[in-house]
């Protein structure tokens, strides 16, 4: 398994409160991903990272920060939880290789709920 | 924008025969295709992975083929086992590489009866 460890796994938050989820990986890959997966959506991008201190947005991206001050992790904090964020979280990352390949190897997954 | 379709959504099949998940995309322009499964309640498990040059790519009783100008994959499961039950995931990356993310389907949920 790709080192990947996210955390907290779990964790219930009131609304209006801020929220910070962990991704740390052992690989030193240098891209990481943040999705949130929903009944009947699927998985989606929230933003994710090239690079310590480089990050850009994804397809979900509001009410969602991120930052990435070293290698090895990359914070997803919601600056204000609603209940629309209830979700489960999924760190990704991947890394370019020798042939190119970009495989994308993901997180255990952090389920989080707004009450 | 990409779309990524997986049909059919569900699928119940007695142990021991051999299966076909499709999964279809809008955009051709794409930089690779990966296969996952997920077991209820975990993390996604990488599969295969076709780059956007080659055809197919296999891992023991699994195929997985790429038709790129159709906007098409195939993922082959031979001899399937209850063990195989799972939700599979199709997700391609756009084919600027790098840093772009995957655009996912939404499954097949996929129960092996013994």
């Known amino acids: 398994d790709a080192g990947i460890t996210q955390s907290p796994r779990h964790k219930v938050t009131e609304t209006g409160t801020p929220v910070t989820l962990r991704c740390h990986q052992t690989?030193?890959?240098?891209?990481m991903y943040w999705y949130r997966q929903d009944p009947g959506h699927g998985l989606r991008l929230i933003h994710y990272?090239?690079?310590?201190?480089?990050?850009d947005k994804g397809e979900v991206s509001d009410g969602y920060s991120v930052s990435r001050s070293k290698t090895e992790d990359f914070l997803l904090t919601l600056e204000s939880a609603t209940s629309s964020q209830t979700s489960v979280y999924f760190c990704?990352?991947?890394?370019?290789?020798?042939?190119?390949?970009?495989?994308?190897?993901f997180g255990q997954g952090t389920r989080l709920t707004v009450v | 924008k990409q779309e990524v379709t997986q049909i059919p959504a569900a699928l119940s099949v007695p142990e021991g025969e051999n299966l076909v998940l499709n999964c279809s995309f809008t955009?051709?322009?794409?930089?690779?295709l990966q296969w996952f499964r997920q077991d209820p309640g975990k993390g996604l498990t990488s599969l295969l992975l076709?780059?956007?040059?080659?055809r197919e790519q296999t891992s023991g009783r699994l195929n997985a083929s790429l038709d790129k100008s159709s906007g098409r994959s195939t993922l082959y499961i031979a001899a399937s086992q209850p063990g195989d039950s799972a939700t599979y995931l199709c997700?391609?990356?756009?084919?600027?590489?790098?840093?772009?993310?995957?655009?996912f389907g939404k499954g097949t949920h996929l129960i092996i009866q013994p």
């Open positions: 990272s090239y690079g310590v201190k480089d990050t």
């Open positions: 955009d051709s322009a794409i930089y690779n």
């Open positions: 997700a391609v990356k756009e084919s600027g590489g790098g840093a772009d993310g995957l655009t």
């Open positions: 690989e030193n890959h240098r891209y």
């Open positions: 076709i780059q956007s040059s080659q």
């Open positions: 990704a990352i991947s890394e370019s290789g020798g042939q190119g390949r970009h495989e994308a190897f």
